[in-house]
T-cell receptor
Framework: SQQGEEDPQALSIQEGENATMNCSYKTSINNLQWYRQNSGRGLVHLILIRSNEREKHSGRLRVTLDTSKKSSSLLITASRAADTASYFCATVPGANNLFFGTGTRLTVIP | NAGVTQTPKFQVLKTGQSMTLQCAQDMNHEYMSWYRQDPGMGLRLIHYSVGAGITDQGEVPNGYNVSRSTTEDFPLRLLSAAPSQTSVYFC???????????????FGPGTRLLVL
């Protein structure tokens, strides 16, 4: 399987705290993407990091990539209740397809 | 734009029945794909298409058929449903399918399927 694995499986934090979730994968990649899924909805793209990048920022999101360790992390700073969702990493080893991790379920308590 | 739409939202089938899950996009995207989402497994790719008339298998294609006669539509067919196909199914699309060059995918709202 080319699926990645994420940890933790579930994370519960207070509003205002930072949330960090990790993704590990097995194959070499062209890029890695993070998606968000609100309960009962489809996935929405958050941020993409290419294999030659080490860190990327977008608003309150910070993504890092360590290709030597085949791992990535997503940091959400100053979390809000509206950030409550499941977060998935998706690796892109080839030209066309994404391979999704198992996801982290984040709960932000107001 | 409606984006990616899927019908039905929810379906109950009996073992052995057939059905077609519909997916349509109005963004003129060449690439379309189907995933299934099971608890603890993340999303797994079933089939994908890089353009009208072209389809290919993903990670878990067994028990599913697809065709792509138009750019807009990419239906997923279950010929003889089995309880193992109980899942949530997502359709996704992207402009040309070049995820390797940084293209991202747009997802539909999903179809929840229960096979008894």
């Amino acid at each position: 399987s080319q699926q990645g694995e994420e940890d933790p499986q579930a994370l519960s934090i207070q509003e205002g705290e930072n949330a960090t979730m990790n993704c590990s994968y097995k194959t070499s990649i062209n890029n890695l993407q993070w998606y968000r899924q609100n309960s009962g909805r489809g996935l929405v793209h958050l941020i993409l990091i290419r294999s030659n990048e080490r860190e990327k920022h977008s608003g309150r999101l910070r993504v890092t990539l360590d290709t030597s360790k085949k791992s990535s992390s997503l940091l959400i700073t100053a979390s809000r209740a509206a950030d409550t969702a499941s977060y998935f990493c998706a690796t892109v080893p080839g030209a066309n397809n994404l391979f999704f991790g198992t996801g982290t379920r984040l709960t932000v308590i107001p | 734009n409606a984006g990616v739409t899927q019908t039905p939202k929810f379906q109950v089938l009996k073992t052995g029945q057939s059905m077609t899950l519909q997916c349509a996009q109005d963004m003129n995207h060449e690439y379309m794909s189907w995933y299934r989402q099971d608890p603890g497994m993340g999303l797994r790719l079933i089939h994908y298409s890089v353009g009208a008339g072209i389809t290919d298998q993903g990670e878990v294609p067994n028990g599913y058929n697809v065709s792509r006669s138009t750019t807009e539509d990419f239906p997923l067919r279950l010929l003889s449903a089995a309880p193992s196909q109980t899942s949530v199914y997502f359709c996704a699309s992207s402009y040309s399918g070049l995820a390797g060059l940084g293209e991202t995918q747009y997802f539909g709202p999903g179809t929840r399927l229960l096979v008894l």
